[in-house]
């Protein structure tokens, strides 16, 4: 096989049921004043499947991708958040995945907002997409794929990277239009394929997690506790010789640190920066 990159991904175990997390972060104004973020995630399948992916993009342009889409719609309405961050089809790695994850959402309506997206998606599973919505659908992912500026990083960025690392066609999914004609085709011969996609990637899929972000005012006291902790932990295993290379390197970085930035270093930067912007 072709030879592990540093980059390279192991594939993540199957997970036998959802999981949750909760996670405190301190709020510098108060709890009362701060944000809580919330989301849901799905592992659904490889980016090696230029196949699945761009199926999975027709998918979200159903689900999230305009304002009348079913889940969006259900989520704008019932304001359990100001507005969705992130929504659709993602790429991690080699892996690709669904997310939904809302901010500001209202305290104490996190398990609402599960409800919603899951008693939503079922309710669309179990019904159908109008031919008008899909041919929409695959109009839009056309038109993003054809986009010149989008054929452009999909050649040199990340998109497309994962393939390269593992052996497979990194220029698959630039064969646009043979990849939604294969759906399109599937389409004509079964109406139905988005919505078992629905059950089996999502509603069937046990690899979920759902994330919650609340903010807390002791927060900051009780995590630079368990910092400290995990240090005295640490150094209690360390000799002398150790414990004094440390220190060196640490003395090293503060010198280093209060060094001024050379010129040539900021112009370096600076030209880096305006390169990424353009």
């Given amino acids: 096989g072709p030879a ?3 980059l390279y991904q192991e ?5 036998s049921e959802p999981r949750q997390i909760l996670e405190r972060y301190p709020a510098a104004g108060g709890a009362a004043s701060a944000t809580t973020f919330g989301g849901m995630a799905w592992r659904v399948g490889s980016m090696l499947d230029a196949r699945e992916t761009v199926l999975l993009e027709l998918l979200q ?12 719609k259900h989520l704008t309405e019932a ?19 669904f997310t939904l994850a809302m901010d500001s959402i209202v305290q ?12 939503c998606l079922k309710e669309v599973a179990e019904g159908r997409f109008d031919d ?10 056309a038109s993003a794929r054809h986009d010149m500026r989008d054929i452009f990083w999909s050649l040199i960025g990340f998109e497309n990277l994962p393939a390269a690392l593992y052996g497979d066609d990194p220029f698959a999914r630039l064969r646009v239009n043979d990849l939604l004609a294969f759906w399109r085709e599937r389409y004509a011969k079964n109406n139905r394929i988005f919505n078992e996609m629905i059950t089996e990637k999502l509603l069937g899929n046990p690899h979920r997690v759902s994330v919650l972000m609340e903010p807390n005012s002791a927060a900051k006291e009780w995590r630079e506790e368990e910092q400290r902790t995990r240090l005295e932990a640490a150094k209690s295993t360390l000799d002398n010789e150790a414990r004094r290379t440390l220190l060196e390197q640490q003395a090293a970085r503060e ?3 209060r060094l001024p930035d050379r010129p040539e270093d900021l112009a370096g930067h600076l030209f880096r920066a305006g390169r ?3």
């Fill in 4 to 6: 592990k990159s540093v």
């Fill in 11 to 15: 594939q993540q175990p199957q997970f």
């Fill in 61 to 72: 342009r159903l689900l999230v991708g305009h304002a009348g889409a079913p889940l969006m």
């Fill in 79 to 97: 304001k359990v958040g100001s507005k969705l961050l992130l929504q659709g089809f993602q790429a991690i790695g080699r892996e690709s995945c």
């Fill in 108 to 119: 104490g309506r996190f398990p609402e907002f599960e409800h919603l997206v899951l008693s």
């Fill in 132 to 141: 008008g919505s899909v041919d929409g659908a695959f109009h839009c992912v």
């Fill in 255 to 257: 010198n280093l640190e």
């Fill in 276 to 278: 990424a912007d353009q």
